[in-house]
């Protein structure tokens, strides 16, 4: 896939890369091995899944994972994680069923916190979220310039008030343009699943 091209192309020269919706954790584990000295911070809120790459960094020798169970978003605090659904995992609207409670936060309180260094590279696949990540960014963006490859979710990001041109907006104004690697398939022009893969770069680096 074009996506993990991308992703692997830009992760050989990250020194730190974030891997946000690291899910079971294939794409830190291909960009470790691609760039041993790279730091990774792998993102995933679901315990279950969490526990997986940290076992996953340690059968095969990376201690330079950061393995964190949290959500991220425009926010810090709490939120409750939905368990089911279509789009698997993901941050609850209200009236979703079962969910648990799970810590919140901004990544510009995180790196300002000092408890994650800025990245060079993120990853998203955030099952609708994506915009509120970013958001949680702010002016780190224009700090920082990291590149971007996300999957955009449009069918999901409209539970959560968000949209794909909200987003565009977001990253323009960040000084970013972003490059198309991946478009709908003809079957998902309706479909939930209809994503997008991008990848967003500062103007002077795309």
């Known amino acids: 896939r074009e ?3 991308a992703f692997l192309k830009e992760g050989r020269g990250a020194a730190v890369i974030y891997d946000i919706g690291a899910n079971d954790g294939i794409y830190w584990l291909m960009a470790a091995k691609v760039n041993p000295s790279a730091s990774i911070v792998a993102f995933e809120p679901e315990p279950h899944l969490t526990r997986l790459i940290g076992r996953s960094a340690e ?4 201690s330079n994972i950061d393995v964190r169970r949290i959500c991220l978003g425009d926010a810090d605090g709490e939120v409750q994680l939905s368990l089911a659904g279509v789009s698997g995992h993901h941050v609850a609207v209200a009236g979703e069923g079962e969910a648990i409670t799970t810590p919140i936060a901004r990544l ?3 790196i300002n916190r000092g408890e994650i260094a800025p990245p060079n590279l993120i990853k998203i696949d955030a099952e609708g979220y994506e915009f509120k990540i970013l958001s949680g960014l702010g002016d780190l963006l224009a700090r920082h310039a990291p590149k971007i490859v996300i999957e955009v979710h449009e069918h999901f990001m409209r539970r959560y008030g968000d ?3 909200a987003l ?7 000084g970013y343009e972003g490059r198309l690697l991946r478009k709908p398939a003809p079957g998902e022009a309706e479909d939930v699943h209809r994503q997008s893969h991008y990848l967003f770069a500062p103007k002077q680096q795309s």
């Open 3 to 5: 996506f993990t091209k």
């Open 108 to 110: 510009d309180s995180l």
């Open 59 to 62: 059968a095969n020798g990376f």
């Open 168 to 174: 565009q907006a977001l990253m323009r104004d960040a």
């Open 163 to 165: 949209s794909f041109e």
